[in-house]
């Protein structure tokens, strides 16, 4: 149990234009989903905390109106990198907590290319 | 803001051999965790720690959670080449299970068969 879906695993997208990344947890209820950024041969950074039925917490630095998240269901979460530019070009990861006593569970990413 | 110092950077070791790598904070966590991540994958859960003094194994793998809840190791035992990934440590901040996680900057294992 405790799988977290993620989709799609790679986008190439031009400059300018918008990306939508999905993360779903296949096999239980998430109120809370985390969405992380991760440049080449760095760690995990992470970008929001996305609630279920209400807004997202953005992390400092973060544009709120950039990475657009919507948290519609308990078991749907939705990041969209609005007018993407080269530079947004990362691996994007969400997570998800099972129970109150065990680790989160991360998807398995998603490469964004932006040209 | 918060930081996990995790040493070393890199380590590149023979098979068989055991590895050790730490994590250390100013600030105290509530839970450690430990992750590996594969290329182009997610981070994948190691172990949990959710007191402190806590020792666990999860088969060749053994972490603990420091006294002072301020770091943490994480030791692998007879090394294999499928050891090989990133290793980072991430600590929760708060109790709950929407605390969010703060990690290393990651090891990067590589093992020579």
């Known amino acids: 149990g405790a799988v977290v879906s993620q989709h799609p695993s790679w986008v190439i997208c031009k400059s300018g234009t918008s990306v939508k990344i999905e993360c779903r947890s296949l096999d239980f209820q998430a109120t809370t989903m985390f969405w992380y950024r991760q440049f080449p041969k760095q760690s995990l950074m992470l970008m929001a905390t996305s609630n279920e039925g209400s807004k997202a917490t953005y992390e400092q630095g973060v544009e709120k109106d950039k990475f657009l998240i919507n948290h519609a269901s308990l078991t749907l979460s939705t990041l969209t990198v609005t007018s993407a530019h080269p530079e947004d070009s990362s691996f994007y990861i969400c997570?998800?907590?099972?129970?109150?006593?065990?680790?989160?569970?991360f998807g398995s990413g998603t490469r964004l290319t932006v040209v | 803001g918060q930081q996990l110092n995790q040493s070393p950077q890199s380590m590149f070791i023979q098979e068989g051999e055991d590895v050790s790598m730490n994590c250390t904070s100013s600030s105290i966590f509530n839970t450690w965790l430990w992750y590996k991540q594969e290329p182009g994958e997610g981070p994948v859960l190691l172990i949990a720690l959710y007191k402190a003094g806590e020792l666990t194994s999860n088969g060749r793998l053994t972490a603990q959670f420091g006294i002072t809840r301020k770091d943490s190791f994480l030791n692998i035992s007879a090394s294999i080449p499928s050891d090989v990934g990133i290793y980072f440590c991430?600590?929760?901040?708060?109790?709950?299970?929407?605390?969010?996680?703060?990690f290393g900057q990651g090891t990067t294992l590589q093992v020579k068969p």
């Open positions: 991430a600590g929760r901040i708060g109790s709950s299970n929407t605390g969010k996680l703060i």
């Open positions: 997570s998800a907590s099972y129970r109150a006593r065990e680790g989160y569970t």
